[in-house]
Structures are given as structure tokens and as C-alpha cells.
């Protein structure tokens, strides 16, 4: 079955470092990628997604590449701020399919 | 994109009670999903419910603990039966937007239960 591995949390980081969260999948056909973000307090929301290979999400300075060859999604940022600080997930899924959701990986921000 | 309501938002109950949850859109959706997230935990698939047919439940959920209505393209509701204190999660209920070919989903703002 389709499953998602993220890299374990919680990832810290200083304002304005380079942020990489690793993402990779198994999955069986060509499903969409995704990352979530979820605030504290708050709900979930789409980050970015990509639909096919070689596709590139980008939303609010993040970006990930949906690479076929190394079944990999990652999630990156070149500047990260305090506010960027929540729970990103990675999903596989779309198209009508449900998503497989990682286990999330907790990001800390510090000023 | 749809907007999408729950009620309750959160609710304490006691063990061996029933929680019927309601979940609200803002536009005709043929395909819903409702999940469940565990506390410190990520999201878990409980069911798929397609207005017109029987909902569709993953392995380790069961008709009989999680009923699912979905009487038309706006509306559905999760019942938790016989809660007991593992049932403790946030439960979410998300749909596919049909106009970009399924590709994204939307959330709602989820419920978050507590049993006792």
C-alpha cells in the first residue's frame, strides 16, 4: 500500500537559516504530492503541491520537487522565520484518492 | 476552494457515550473524507463517504463504531459509538475539489473530542 516517511521532528532552527525536511514515498500509480502545514491552534492547511514528476510546488518562499527516480518530495526554504514555526506534513494522494499522510515533522523557529 | 464547518468543535464526553459530528460545505462535493488524528499523532484515514453510496472504511475502522451519513452533497456526519478514552483525537473531515481534477483536498477545522 501507498505510505509516507518524513524525517523525524522536532527540527530547530535560528531566523533565517536554510530549511530542508526530507519526504519520501511508496506508492502504487503516479499519485499527487502535497505538504501541509498546520499552526498551533489552528487547522490544516495546503502548503504546496506537485502533480506530476519533475513538477515544482512553491508558496510562501517553500519549495519541493517531485522526484520519480528517488521517490522523494522535500520540502525546503531558504529563509526561515519565527512565524514559519508548525507541523509540516507530507501526503501522497488526489486525484480521487485519499491521502497518506507522514508523521509530521514539528519545525521550531527561533529568533 | 471550499469552506468547511464542523460542529462540534470540541467536546468532553464519558466513556460508553455517543458524539455525532457535522460536517458543513459550502458548495456540492461528490467525494468526502473523514480522519482522525490521534494526539502528537498524524492523520489517519477512517473513511471515505461519496454521496450515493455505502461509505468505504479503512482497516482497523469498522460501520459499527464510526457510522457515516451522507444524506447529500453538502452534509455529512461521523458518529464515534461507544467512546471509550482512546477515541480522544481531533476528527477531521476533508473533500476534493473537483475542479483541478480532484487534486487538492480541504480540510475542516476538525473536532476535537475528549472521552473520560
Known amino acids: 500500500g501507498d505510505s509516507v516517511t518524513q524525517m523525524e521532528g522536532p527540527v530547530t532552527l535560528s531566523e533565517e537559516a536554510f530549511l530542508t525536511i526530507n519526504c519520501t514515498y511508496t506508492?502504487?500509480?503516479?499519485?499527487?504530492l502535497f505538504w501541509y502545514v498546520q499552526y498551533p491552534g489552528e487547522g490544516l492547511q495546503l502548503l504546496l503541491k506537485?502533480?506530476?514528476?519533475?513538477d515544482k510546488g512553491s508558496n510562501k518562499g517553500f519549495e519541493a520537487t517531485y522526484r520519480k527516480e528517488t521517490t522523494s518530495f522535500h520540502l525546503e526554504k531558504g529563509s526561515v522565520q519565527v512565524s514559519d514555526s508548525a507541523v509540516y506534513f507530507c501526503?501522497?494522494?488526489?486525484?480521487?484518492?485519499?491521502?497518506?499522510f507522514g508523521s509530521g515533522t514539528r519545525l521550531q523557529v527561533q529568533p | 476552494s471550499a469552506v468547511i464547518s464542523q460542529k462540534p468543535s470540541r467536546d468532553i464526553c464519558q466513556r460508553g457515550t455517543s458524539l455525532t459530528i457535522q460536517c458543513q460545505v459550502d458548495?456540492?462535493?461528490?467525494?468526502m473524507f473523514w480522519y482522525r488524528q490521534q494526539p502528537g499523532q498524524s492523520l489517519t484515514l477512517i473513511a471515505t463517504?461519496?454521496?450515493?453510496?455505502?461509505?468505504?472504511?479503512e482497516s482497523g475502522f469498522v460501520i459499527d463504531k464510526f457510522p457515516i451519513s451522507r444524506p447529500n452533497l453538502t452534509f455529512s456526519t461521523l458518529t464515534v459509538s461507544n467512546m471509550s478514552p482512546e477515541d480522544s483525537s481531533i476528527y477531521l473531515c476533508?473533500?476534493?475539489?473537483?475542479?483541478?481534477?480532484?487534486?487538492?483536498?480541504?480540510f475542516g477545522p476538525g473536532t476535537r473530542l475528549t472521552v473520560l
Open positions: 476533508s473533500v476534493a475539489d473537483p475542479g483541478d481534477a480532484y487534486n487538492e483536498q480541504f
Open positions: 506508492a502504487t500509480g503516479y499519485p499527487s
Open positions: 506537485a502533480t506530476k514528476a519533475d
Open positions: 501526503a501522497l494522494g488526489g486525484g480521487r484518492r485519499a491521502l497518506t
Open positions: 458548495s456540492q462535493v461528490t467525494m
Open positions: 463517504a461519496n454521496q450515493g453510496s455505502e461509505a468505504t472504511y
